[in-house]
């Protein structure tokens, strides 16, 4: 049966049904009852009454799932390269990647000969990381511009050069001393 034959026959028993309305009194020999039965009387009122607390309620509650919803739209936009592409994110990932395992290398150098080295090389990575910073909002702001694209990669890129010249710097230096302590080895 299609919606409109139902509402038709619905509407046209629509009287059919109230066949016989409650004798005078219906309500208070109910609530006698109630009464007798120890049960907490409840008196219905026919009268529509809002209270303000719950329009205070729903007010809350659109609130909350508004600002939620705010919030999860505001974590999607990260303004890294991953947000991208998947080309973006793993190339990303590369990088991330390399930096954290020269950064580990270097700060596992314990030799006093270089540990000017390493802190001028983690004071020069950290104020690339803030640059990067602020190109993740420039990102955003931008829309996926390339130039911010290719100043984020670059950006990569400086850290891994700075991690790697001053791994060879500290190279140089371990086999200068290794060079002479054998010389004052051999002299001795």
């Known amino acids: 049966m299609d919606k409109t034959t139902l509402d038709d026959i619905f509407?046209?028993?629509?009287?059919?049904?109230?066949?016989?309305?409650?004798?005078?009194?219906?309500?208070?020999?109910?609530?006698?009852k109630l009464k007798d039965q120890d049960a907490p009387v409840i008196?219905?009122?026919?009268?529509?009454?809002?209270?303000?607390?719950?329009?205070?309620?729903?007010?809350a509650s659109i609130l909350l799932l508004i600002t939620i919803a705010f919030g999860?739209?505001?974590?999607?936009?990260?303004?890294?390269?991953?947000s991208i592409?998947?080309?973006?994110a793993e190339t990303q990932g590369f990088f991330t990647a390399t930096i954290d395992e020269a950064?580990?290398?270097l700060k596992a150098e314990s030799i006093p000969e270089v540990?000017?080295?390493?802190?001028?090389?983690?004071?020069?990575?950290?104020?690339?990381?803030?640059?990067?910073?602020?190109?993740?909002?420039?990102?955003?702001?931008?829309?996926?511009?390339?130039?911010?694209?290719y100043a984020m990669i670059s950006n990569f890129q400086n850290r891994i050069t700075i991690l790697k010249n001053t791994l060879e710097q500290i190279d140089t230096v371990k086999q200068l001393n290794d060079t002479s302590k054998h010389l004052n080895e051999s002299h001795i």
């Open 85 to 88: 592409s998947p080309k973006m």
């Open 43 to 59: 008196k219905v009122n026919n009268t529509k009454k809002y209270n303000w607390r719950s329009f205070v309620g729903i007010a």
């Open 11 to 32: 509407k046209n028993l629509e009287h059919d049904f109230d066949t016989e309305n409650p004798e005078t009194g219906h309500e208070a020999r109910f609530l006698k």
């Open 115 to 149: 540990q000017s080295l390493v802190q001028d090389a983690l004071n020069q990575i950290k104020i690339l990381e803030t640059d990067y910073e602020k190109l993740k909002t420039d990102l955003i702001e931008s829309g996926d511009d390339n130039r911010v694209i």
């Open 72 to 82: 999860m739209q505001q974590e999607t936009e990260t303004g890294d390269l991953a």
């Open 103 to 105: 950064l580990n290398k």
